[in-house]
């Protein structure tokens, strides 16, 4: 089961969407113990610090400001932070105080620590930025106008679209209820405080492809070819419907499907229609050896 992140983009996501990922909290420093000159340990002095993360939550009275910052495997942890009552708070350049900071917006914290106790000293927001999601059409409802969005790595975002956003398809203007499931499409848009809302989605239905690798089985009848091939340097196996009328080639001479041999190198192209490939041309080898 595939996951969905909704792009009210809580900080547990990954933020792997263009724009929107955050920078790993710098670890604050070991303090440093200094011997003084009769043996005895020195005072330990504070070290600075920074993190770069989602504000998680803020509780002015207490002086407490929690974040999230990206940890390994796209997982998440979470810093809890003194503020100091003097700290130097801007939300989006503008002086602020600690009570005015947006939860899920991004934060740069600066500060201080000693025996890992770390008080804030600056706190600069921002609470609007820009985001891009490029991936495969999942789904879309246009009534809650939203669209789902494959991406590369097989992760799965529902992106709110907003009201006035613009859609285009293959270069011509269209609404988010025409745009089809198995398109390929480009979404960029603006965050607010880790809520996302496109503004725009650029969708092409039409591309073309080339698939190498080995015949695996041919359907004459299903009109079908299978090709083992490798995708990361492991074997696996696609079966690509062929059109009607498909130019065929068998070490260079003209053949048809049912012709084709199981284990001929093949390169297979033709054009993908929303997700839905469609071969127009196979051109197949085989080596016959010779008997002596």
């Known amino acids: 089961?595939?996951?969905?992140?909704?792009?009210?983009?809580?900080?547990?996501?990954?933020?792997?969407?263009?724009?929107?990922?955050?920078?790993?909290?710098?670890?604050?420093?070991?303090?440093?113990?200094?011997?003084?000159?009769?043996?005895?340990?020195?005072?330990?002095?504070?070290?600075?610090?920074?993190?770069?993360?989602?504000v998680a939550s803020v509780d002015a009275d207490a002086a407490i400001l929690k974040v999230a910052v990206p940890a390994a495997g796209g997982t998440t942890s979470q810093a809890t932070l003194t503020v100091a009552a003097t700290a130097s708070v801007t939300v989006d350049g503008v002086a602020a105080t600690l009570a005015e900071v947006p939860v899920g917006s991004r934060i740069k914290v600066t500060g201080s620590g000693?025996?890992?106790?770390?008080?804030?000293?600056?706190?600069?927001?921002?609470t609007?930025?820009?985001?891009?999601?490029?991936?495969?059409?999942?789904?879309?409802d246009a009534d809650a106008a939203t669209v789902a969005v494959t991406a590369a790595n097989g992760a799965e975002s529902v992106i709110p679209v907003a009201e006035d956003a613009t859609v285009v398809i293959d270069g011509v203007v269209a609404?988010?209820?025409?745009?089809?499931?198995?398109?390929?499409v480009k979404v960029?848009?603006?965050?607010?405080?880790?809520?996302?809302?496109?503004t725009a989605l650029a969708v092409t239905t039409t591309w073309g492809f080339r698939q190498d690798g080995v015949v695996a089985s041919v359907d004459a009848d299903a009109a079908t070819v299978a090709v083992t091939h490798l995708v990361r340097g492991r074997l696996a196996q696609t079966t690509i419907p062929v059109a009607d009328g498909a130019v065929i080639t068998l070490n260079r001479s003209a053949s048809t499907l049912a012709a084709l041999p199981v284990g001929a190198q093949v390169q297979v192209s033709g054009i993908v229609t929303n997700g839905v490939e469609s071969a127009k041309k196979i051109t197949a080898t085989k080596t016959v050896k010779r008997r002596r």
């Open 1 to 54: 089961m595939r996951k969905h992140h909704l792009l009210a983009f809580s900080v547990a996501a990954g933020l792997t969407l263009s724009g929107l990922a955050v920078q790993p909290a710098l670890a604050v420093a070991a303090p440093a113990v200094v011997t003084a000159s009769k043996g005895r340990p020195a005072p330990v002095k504070p070290v600075t610090f920074r993190t770069d993360g989602v």
């Open 114 to 126: 000693i025996s890992g106790t770390r008080t804030a000293t600056r706190l600069a927001v921002t």
């Open 128 to 140: 609007t930025w820009n985001f891009r999601q490029d991936g495969v059409v999942a789904s879309v």
């Open 175 to 184: 609404t988010l209820a025409e745009v089809p499931a198995g398109a390929r």
């Open 188 to 198: 960029t848009g603006i965050v607010t405080n880790s809520v996302g809302s496109a």
